[in-house]
């Protein structure tokens, strides 16, 4: 596919915005989603090796009907989700409200704008609960009246956004020597999860207020088991492979590199959840956003995000397989919390330790 100049980025053009060859870029490796659905030993191979040491591909979305589906429905969403932002009064915004059990990050309006200070936004973004519109586990709840309309739109996007997840957990099933359906029949698409569907919105900047120097979303790893993101425009970075690391959550300023968007593909990566169940075999991704690059911060960057994450009740404990290191016997006496009480506490300490969007002075 060609690609664009920054003149041509409109509504209508779905290329990403190429980014400059002096740039320090991480070339994520490729995956084809034909393959994978194909079982293919070497592909599947390829994916288990690469989330054993980064948790970070690139999945090409345009060799199978599901994936070109699945692209064209993440574009459509990109623009409304832009065009929702852009033009709705904050008020009306704000009335999408967070879970009562805040720090649950699946549903609801966020902003890093604090109230009154008329500071430009790092970022914002709407929470689409892929729990509210299937197991719905939250009697007579609604979307807001400005998403409501497209809730078909929702559905059948995370519907087919759902099936590349049990896709790719097939893969890692498959690699690990795990039963058939031990991811798979964990991960459902209409049983409560805490999954979500994310479009983030980054304003430009502007100049000389000193945002530019300052990540968008602080270093993190995301609460899921799998993150399938959709972006455009640069800002996305991850670690070097020989990353030199501060502590486990921060490398030096000089080992991130920027991630390169591609059309037709999307970035996936690995959450917290697999490092758990394999023991420590397979990698949650590092990573974190920053301003886009030089005049690209000028453009409203958007990014689609999909979710997957275990069912509330899976316990949260190494599983057993050859491919999975054991337990020690003290390890595996101890009880594990259900993945719900896991994901609050974890998404809690982000809130307390100030991570994520906090750094970055989220008022939710
Ligand atoms: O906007 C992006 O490119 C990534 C956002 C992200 O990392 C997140 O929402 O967890
Ligand atoms: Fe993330």
Known sequence: MATVT????????????????????????????????????????????ICARTGFFLLNLMDHPLGRNLWESACKLRNLGQHIMATLPEEDKKLFLQREERGVLDRGYTSSARDGQGVAKFVESINIPRDELFAKPTPGWELPSWLKPHEDLFKNIQTEAHKVELVILAALEQQLELKPGTFTDTHQLEAPTHSFLRVLRYPPTGDGNGMRERPRVFAHRDVVSISMLFTWVSGLQIPRDDAVYLNSDTPTEDSWLWVRPEAGHMIVNLGDTMPIFTNGALKSGLHRVVTAHGDQANLDRV????????????????????????????????????????????????????????????SV
């Open 6 to 49: 920054l003149e041509q980025f409109n509504p209508a053009n779905f290329e990403p915005i190429p980014l400059p060859d002096h740039l320090p870029t991480y070339e994520l490796p490729r995956v084809s989603i034909s393959k994978l659905m194909g079982k293919d030993e070497a592909e599947t191979k390829t994916v288990v090796d």
């Open 303 to 362: 990014s689609v995000l999909f979710t997957g994450r275990p069912n509330w009740g899976v316990p949260m404990a190494p599983l057993v397989s050859s491919k999975i290191p054991a337990q020690s016997a003290e390890e595996a006496a101890r009880p594990a919390d259900s993945c719900k009480v896991w994901g609050d506490n974890v998404i809690k300490g982000y809130y307390k330790d100030n991570v994520k969007w906090n750094k970055a002075e989220v």
